[in-house]
């Protein structure tokens, strides 16, 4: 290989050298291939970490990172240090045996593992949940990773000017290390954060019993008059400060003193929030972001629900009585906005809820932490002694002498003594003139990549924690409790216009469904499309969740029959054991006559077509979702598929268009008319043609039945059903949540369940000895 000697006489001569040397370990083609091999996967791996930061904004959930480039990065990380500290060693051993110093691809390398380890925190989530720690061997890991790089820094690297360098990068790995323990070890021991569910268990079992017994304040809130801005206003659910209630812990729980509440101005409540809200209506930080005081709401159920997600005691029934006469009398009856509004604001407040349970348990920014205080001490005191650190250690390499460690950094260091622009560009300008001088152009812009990726990713951080959700709680509740800070033109105004960004940046009305049809065919859920949740779609599943919460006898949950009726030809495609062959069924009857009658266009077939995607989508991609056994929806629909396929042929199956799977569907399934057509013979796609078929009997399409019917399938598969479909929905937050993880948080606030299945009744055994016990009396 040609070691670059031949480059054009228009670059200093000194590149010339430095290229040599930067090449210098395969020019003999002793490990050209490996060597060759890095740099594309160091290449590869600088622009998966740039191109994660430069993109992260395009998902709503930006302090989240996805699960595939979480994965695809952990794997990468994991062969990264092992690989490179061999080739280390390499590029070690084959330097200038007359010099003790690393040669220039040693010195590459360590630069790269010091940076991706800067970049490490990209991959990790913060987590703040004791039952979610990873434990100690990980700590231990990493800290044995930065103290492993301090070792090659500090006891390989010669020159004070080197040092001073590579251990300044050093210190800003290790400081990055230690802050990452620090915060997650206080939240973790927190009780406004890792301890905080247990605490809210606590408070609420409280809160209850001093209602029950008449307790001063809170009797108050019982004798709260019906206009839903006097019920939200009376709430006494806790936004931030209920740490302040604690007396002691004790054999049940936490001891709280609850008459602080009302006296504390640091425990702020939702009630709080909503009176303060009203008086100053003027102020900035409600004109800028209207909907700040729904996000605080959201905030305060955010906390309730983490107790269900981290497996603790369930909420009672007069909890959840109250809860629900919160959202269903206070929100969802113009206590956030205009009452022909209450969908979309109950909606806001749900993705809201989601979105910091999301956040709470997958973040890799610290924005769980966001408060003016921590926001001075992470971004500006912490900063402040990293760059003394650093200081500090460029000092003791110079033996006390700035200015003689300025100088050695500048002779010592030949991208910096000869520029980063002027190097950067004579290698430009000549990478394919030779190998070497092409390679060492990679490797070049692979140092610069990554030092890109970590800048951005520091600013990225910081934009995304000042534009959090969480920062604008932070800030509202700080404001409610202390007024008197926000006196200042200068805070108001940066208030003001965070809030106007936030509000910009959180596309608030938009819950996207990703939309698959069975009759289409696809392969990974990526490439699947996406729509919006209509509005008549909020607007019919509020009222139907206000229904089963009112009158859960009258109209309980069902998978079709409260619409149809019990007993019509229709309902019978609605008696199954499996709601995903339900789901299946009329999916595929909804799309047949969709296709029937394409030229149709009204809300309710907007909100039947896309509700029948959304469902197919999960029995498809999603099963853990539903409430009925993972591997018993996968069994439905892998037996669908087989179904289709013996009605399409293996070439319709999989090459032919929509159109003509849907012809062919409807031609190879007999006709049967309503009242002969239950047949138990028949498989999940004719009992659809059958259905889609009858539906188009009038002669047009009967849209409002069929959105309604979807908007009780939907509802029916949203409440818990046990531990496996909690899992399901916990999988579902590193998405940041899905239009069924909204109705599970509902129907877990009010109490909606569905009724238990009639086909399983298990009898324990201390109820059988009762019952032998009292015959026998």
Known sequence: MDDGSTMLTTCPSTITKYVQNLTSSYTNKSNESSVVATSV??????????????????????????PTARLILSAALSLFFPVMNYLFSEAKSEGDASSSDLSVRARVILTWMLVVELLR??????????????????????????????????????????????????VLCAARFVQRLVITEIGNR??????????LTSYMAQLLHARRH??????????????????????????????????KPGPHGYKLDLGKVATDHNVVTVGKIWTHADVETDHPLFRSNPRIRSQCLSFALFKLLRRTVEHLPAMSKEETEHCGDLIFQGICSGGVSKPQDSGEALFQVLKDEISFLSEYHHSIHPVVFAS????????????????????????????????????????????????????????????????????????????YLL????????????????????????????????????????????????????????????????????LSFSWLSMTLSSEPLPTHAKDSLMERFRLAADDRRRAPLTTGNHVLGTGTDMSWFCESESVAEVILTWHIATALLESKYPSETCSAMEVATRLSRYCAYLVAFNPGLLPEDREGTQLVYEDMKKALKEALGTWGYYLASEEKRRKKVMEAT??????????????VVQKGTVLGKALMGDGKGDWELLATLWVELVAYIAPSSGDDHLKGQKEALVQGGELVTMLWALATHTGVTRPPPSEVAVTHVEDIEEGLRSSAA
């Open 214 to 247: 008449g307790g001063g304040a809170v009797e108050e809130e019982v004798q709260a008059p019906p206009s839903p801005q006097d019920r939200l206003k009376a709430c006494e659910y806790v936004v931030m400060g209920e740490e302040n209630l604690v007396l």
């Open 372 to 447: 003016p205080y921590f926001f001075l001490v992470n971004y500006f005191l912490f900063p402040a002694v990293v760059c003394c650190l650093c200081l500090l250690t460029i000092l003791l390499c110079g033996n006390g002498n700035m200015l003689d460690a300025y100088r050695s950094i500048l002779t010592e260091n030949y991208a910096i003594s000869t520029g980063v622009f002027t190097l950067t560009k004579c290698l430009w300008r000549n990478f394919l003139l030779t190998p070497g001088v092409f390679f060492s152009t990679i490797d070049i812009s692979i140092t």
């Open 121 to 170: 925190k990209k991959v990790d989530a913060i987590l703040v949940t004791p039952g979610m720690q990873p434990g100690y061997a990980e700590i231990i890991s990493h800290a044995a990773a930065v103290a492993w790089l301090g070792y090659l820094v500090f006891f390989n690297v010669k020159g004070p000017g080197r040092v001073a360098v590579f251990g300044t990068l050093w």
């Open 190 to 199: 927190s009780l406004a954060y890792g301890k905080n569910a247990r605490l």
């Open 670 to 683: 007999p006709n049967k008319s309503m009242p002969d057509c239950r047949d138990a013979t028949m498989n």
């Open 451 to 518: 030092f890109l990726a970590f800048i951005y990713e520091v600013l990225w951080e910081f934009l995304v924690f000042v534009f959090s959700n969480w920062f604008m709680v932070s800030l509202l509740c700080t404001y409610t409790a202390k007024p008197h800070m926000f006196q200042s033109p200068t805070y108001s105004g940066a208030l003001h216009r965070i809030s106007w960004a936030n509000r910009m940046l959180g596309h608030p009305s938009l819950i996207a469904m990703k939309q698959f049809s069975v």
């Open 41 to 66: 996967f160091m290449l590869v791996l600088a622009a998966v970490f740039f191109n994660l930061n430069l993109f992260s904004r395009v998902s709503n959930t930006s302090a989240v990172l996805n």
